[in-house]
């Protein structure tokens, strides 16, 4: 397996040169476009793995998977979606432009950036205590207690979020977020700054492919219910206005960042991590993408 994995990321290699390292977040365009790494990890503990598995970057939008796990146990499947939809949307991550329309009240979905400001909003916890609360669950759920955030894209994305800073204001006008726009963005921009490896995605992964099994509580929902939230959203919203070719083409679960990383589940299999920071013009990795669909054939994991 870890065979097939190397020959898979050297067969698409050559996808580099149709992608760029993200720098609109100044920080992250040190990114080294050439590393490239992957790991599956099953659900029989096993941890398949090859190329740069072990690079750290920024978890990104990756993030928002787990901003909307934490807002459904903290608040339940309807409050959370009365202030965010279900739809997926042909729009980039980062549109604002549909909020001021009379007829919409809310964002299309909880993986583009407006509605994980959203749910965001909804985890509980005050200042701090929000993001550590996050932090603790990305740690737990990858069975990593080391991973921690980068303080460099942290302020980096703070002092350039602007067009974040004008949703989290546009829907704190719409009725839609209580409390300290400010201090939710700040938790925001940190949730996107935590750093993980193709490791990590793969084991928080298979974490959901195992039907979020394994956490104390669930508060008000339950696993069965939070998994097929999350792995719905993630089929038809996890890679932006490219969900749809992209169930066509790969058809497994996934959900990308600008930081490179695509994290795909399996149900009831595997999960997966990918890394390959090269962005294509709708913000996924490249080489991610390139890999994603080769696993997906070789292995038989489309779901469609
Ligand atoms: N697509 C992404 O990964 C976007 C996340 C990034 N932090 C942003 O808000 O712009």
Redesign the pocket.
């Known amino acids: 397996m870890d065979n097939l994995l190397m020959e898979i990321i050297e067969r698409n290699r050559n996808l580099v040169r149709n992608g760029k390292v993200a720098d609109?977040?100044p920080a992250l365009g040190k990114a080294n476009p050439e590393d490239i790494g992957v790991c599956v990890a099953d659900l029989e503990g096993n941890i398949y793995k090859a190329g740069k598995y072990n690079k750290k970057f920024t978890i990104?939008?990756?993030s928002k998977v787990i901003g909307l796990m934490l807002a459904l146990i903290d608040n339940g499947q309807d409050r959370v979606f009365e202030k965010v939809g279900y739809e997926g949307t042909d729009e980039p991550?980062?549109t604002l432009y549909k909020l001021d329309l009379p007829h919409v009240f809310k964002p299309a979905n909880p993986m583009i950036?407006s509605g994980a400001i959203i749910t965001t909003s909804l985890v509980k916890g005050n200042g701090e205590e929000k993001f550590e609360r996050i932090l603790a669950l990305i740690r737990k759920i990858a069975d990593n207690p080391s991973i921690d955030y980068n303080h460099e894209v942290y302020m980096s994305?703070k002092s350039t979020?602007h067009?974040?800073r004008a949703m989290g204001y546009m829907m704190k006008s719409m009725g839609l977020i209580n409390g300290d726009v400010e201090s939710i963005l700040d938790c925001?921009?940190k949730q996107?700054?935590i750093e993980v490896d193709a490791v990590d995605l793969s084991k928080i992964g298979a974490f959901i492919a195992n039907n979020c099994k394994g956490l104390d509580a669930y508060g008000k929902i339950d696993r069965e219910k939070l998994t097929s939230i999350l792995v719905g959203i993630m089929s038809t919203c996890g890679m932006?206005n490219f969900s749809s070719r992209y169930a066509v083409e790969v058809g497994i679960p996934s959900k990308?960042?600008?930081?490179g990383g695509i994290m795909g589940v399996v149900k009831s299999k595997m999960g997966i991590g990918v890394y390959g920071p090269a962005l294509d013009e709708n913000?996924n990795s490249s080489v991610g993408y390139g890999i994603m669909k080769d696993l997906s054939r070789e292995l038989k994991l489309n779901l469609f």
């Open positions: 609109y977040i990104q939008s990756i991550f980062n950036n994305e979020g067009k974040n925001y921009f996107c700054s932006y990308s960042g600008v930081g913000g």
